[in-house]
């Protein structure tokens, strides 16, 4: 059986359209951001070639591939009827352009393209409604946005719930932790006042004790020149009286 004999009986509505998954060369007659339509000679009807379905690499821009009155290979990937329009598919990925040799003979790409188009189609008619807030106050629970007949509280007595122990533990661990962090910092502070006094006292002891070393050293060289001039006064004395005697 050939692939016509396999494919599924289309709508009457797609009569005069190119064949699904067929190959042939269009003129581009409009560039948009979102891609560019393709007219194929012989058929009215326009076709869309996606920006998603002009390389196989990121297309920011449809103009960055192609311009108005250029000539494309497209492959047929899409046929569809939505209400009284019909919508054409092409694939200009799926071709290559310079000989225009079918790149997806099995159409395994075309397929998954369909599918995810499938999957992301906006489903604008299961949109989210948000109603409006009642500008009451419930005489039950003191709570805005709803009657007291409404209310959902119980009357009584109201319990909150006490953390478990194990949470507490572990933020009562990391305190403990910080209070012998604090405590360790002063102690290394006080030791090193502590040493810095201590050194303070040793240069101070110190340059006293030269000093009075210093000063006793004066002491006693004043003491041997006094005693030296002494003896020399003696000396001169002694001499002066033996000369007197011999005279």
Not at 1 to 21: F, I, K, N, V
């Amino acid at each position: 059986m050939s692939d016509r004999d396999r494919r599924p009986s289309e709508p009457a509505g797609l009569d005069g359209l190119p064949p699904l998954y067929s190959i042939a060369k269009g003129e581009v007659v409009s560039v948009q951001t979102y891609g560019a339509f393709v007219r194929l000679p012989g058929y009215r009807k326009e076709g869309l070639v996606h920006v998603s379905e002009m390389s196989a690499s990121r297309v920011e821009n449809a103009s960055e591939i192609v311009d108005v009155g250029e000539h494309v290979w497209i492959k047929v990937i899409g046929r569809e009827i939505q209400g009284d329009k019909v919508k054409l598919s092409f694939s200009m990925k799926a071709v290559n352009q310079g000989t225009g040799r079918d790149l997806d003979p099995n159409n395994v790409m075309a397929e998954q393209d369909s599918r995810r188009r499938k999957q992301f189609r906006d489903q604008t008619s299961n949109r989210i409604t948000l109603e409006a807030v009642l500008n009451t106050t419930c005489s039950k629970c003191g709570c805005k946005g709803h009657f007291t007949k409404d209310c959902f509280s119980a009357p009584g007595l109201q319990y909150a719930l006490l953390p478990e122990e194990d949470d507490e533990e572990p933020q009562q661990q990391p305190s403990t932790a910080a209070q012998h962090q604090d405590s360790d910092k002063k102690k290394k502070k006080k030791e090193k006042k502590a040493k810095k006094k201590s050194k303070k006292r040793e240069r101070k002891e110190s340059e006293s004790d030269s000093s009075s070393s210093s000063s006793e050293c004066k002491s006693k060289r004043r003491r041997q020149e006094h005693e030296r001039d002494r003896d020399d006064k003696k000396k001169k004395k002694h001499k002066k009286h033996k000369s007197h005697k011999h005279s």
